[in-house]
């Protein structure tokens, strides 16, 4: 059993952003946070790290204020999210695998009507 597996709903607080390699091999970055039940607690900011084809799903479907269930694998990096309520010189970020819409803003349904 991998300790490092997680699953979570969690919120989409910044734009997502692509980069791409020499060999065209694709990834996309989202910075979100958890979703906290009770009030006044710290949000934390997660890093997702998404590679791929599902890296497109998310840049055309997805959006900030958005809540998505991720599935992925944790680990540490140095941060590059600076917040004056919380000092963090250390980052975790989420390598996703699997991603499913939970509570989004903007949906358009289509009806074929006959």
Not at 14 to 28: H, V, Y
Not at 31 to 45: A, D, F, H, R, S
Not at 54 to 77: A, K, T
Request: net charge positive; aromatic share 14%; proline share 4%.
């Amino acid at each position: 059993m991998e300790m490092n597996y997680v699953n979570f709903i969690v919120k989409i607080i910044r734009k997502p952003e692509q980069s791409f390699f020499k060999n065209d091999i694709c990834i996309t970055e989202i910075l979100v946070k958890l979703c906290q039940t009770k009030k006044n607690k710290l949000e934390i900011p997660l890093q997702l790290s998404i590679w791929g084809n599902l890296g497109y799903d998310i840049m055309q479907y997805y959006q900030i204020n958005d809540y998505i269930i991720i599935e992925g694998y944790l680990s540490l990096r140095e941060s590059s999210y600076y917040s004056s309520t919380i000092p963090m010189n250390k980052q975790i970020e989420v390598s996703v695998f699997k991603i499913y819409p939970f509570s989004l803003k903007n949906i358009v349904i289509t009806e074929n009507k006959k």
